[in-house]
């Protein structure tokens, strides 16, 4: 469903040039991802856009602008979630502007729940959230952030010991910042344990059809630190596992069926330590996703060899009762701000994920 035409308040009308680009966006966004149909399908999208936060206010960003990001650029961006039924989105930080001003050029009939801003040196000032179609799906009334109990979180602690990140030691360009830096490390291996940004967890409805999303951003490194970064992933699943285990005598509710976690694992590859601590807890992966480009570059051109964003759910029957027909991503700077300088500061390094579900039949 393309974008809805909203008028804006206190700016000029849109430019030529970009009223063009939008146009053979939605041309683009036709082709790539499937149309959104009434009671028979379900569209799910992630995505990872970066620094979402402030906004130029200008139709062209000019050289030294910051935010580089601009009232175009966030016509782009809502032109693209138009095209699914709901979005995890995750990098938005603590200044809402752009956040809202995209869910106002959606429409009157977009919905946005969100997270608190995760404070502390490691959670980023990080929010995550949901932008749905109020049209397709509804929110069902359940939502919290995922916490680990004492006896988790001793444990993850340990591990944690065990596998240090290299940004464990301490950074900065002045002493102050390097103190600073050191005393953050400090307070975490003394106190630490929960995820870094807790993952964000909403229920919804669609076709009447109850389901579950669960948002994450586990902790970034490199190929040196997947041990670390896979004993988070393993937390991550035994929290989910404990979601949607049913009390005994009882029933599986709507608060506890179709529970799919999606956003970004950080992962380095579909078979690395990350995914691997998922499937050891049970659960697994989109297979319809195995191999599709999800992260690019400022000097342009999709990182293929990245699995950084995922779709995984748990094996066990009865799981995830609704039949997948197909995935993918859309790789945007092969439409918008090719060959522009630092474009993902302007959409994203990102992007976005999707999975398409049939609804009928489930």
């Not at 469903?1 to 053979?24: C, F, G, W, Y």
């Not at 996703?289 to 999800?294: C, D, E, K, N, T």
Request: proline share 7%; charged share 25%.
């Amino acid at each position: 469903m393309p974008l809805q035409s909203v008028e804006l308040r206190n700016v000029e009308a849109m430019p030529p040039d970009i009223a063009e680009t939008l146009l053979s966006l939605g041309d683009a966004l036709d082709e790539a991802v499937p149309a959104r149909v009434l009671d028979r399908n379900l569209l799910i999208g992630t995505w990872n856009i970066r620094q979402l936060g402030g906004f130029t206010g200008k139709w062209h960003t000019a050289p030294g602008d910051s935010p580089k990001r601009n009232l175009a650029d966030l016509h782009y961006i809502a032109e693209i979630i138009s095209r699914f039924d709901v979005v995890a989105v995750q990098e938005t930080r603590d200044d809402l502007a752009a956040l809202r001003l995209i869910v106002q050029l959606l429409g009157p009939e977009w919905g946005l729940l969100l997270s608190d801003v995760t404070h502390g040196a490691k959670g980023n000032q990080e929010r995550l959230g949901y932008i749905f179609d109020l049209r397709r799906v509804k929110p069902s009334g359940l939502v919290g952030e995922l916490v680990a109990p004492p006896e988790d979180l001793k444990e993850l602690r340990e591990l944690r010991r065990a596998h240090p990140l290299p940004s464990d030691t301490p950074t900065g360009r002045t002493p102050e910042e390097r103190a600073k830096s050191k005393a953050a490390i400090e307070l975490e291996r003394e106190f630490g344990g929960q995820l870094d940004r807790t993952p964000y967890l909403a229920s919804f409805k669609t076709a009447g059809r109850p389901f579950m999303l669960a948002t994450v951003h586990l902790v970034w490194g490199d190929v040196s630190d997947l041990d670390r970064r896979a004993d988070e992933a393993g937390l991550l699943a035994k929290l989910l596992a404990a979601t949607v285990e049913t009390p005994k005598g009882g029933a599986v509710d709507e608060f506890r069926s179709n529970l799919i976690a999606l956003g970004d694992l950080n992962a380095t590859a579909d078979d690395d330590p990350i995914i691997g601590a998922l499937r050891s807890a049970g659960m697994v992966t989109a297979s319809e996703l195995a191999g599709v480009p999800r992260t690019t570059n400022d000097k342009g051109g999709p990182s293929d060899k990245i699995a950084y964003d995922q779709f995984a759910w748990f094996s066990k029957p009865g799981s995830l009762n609704f039949p997948r027909v197909g995935g993918g991503s859309f790789p945007w700077d092969t439409h918008v701000l090719q060959g522009v300088a630092s474009n993902t500061f302007r959409i994203s390094d990102h992007y976005p994920l999707w999975m398409e579900f049939d609804v009928e039949a489930a």
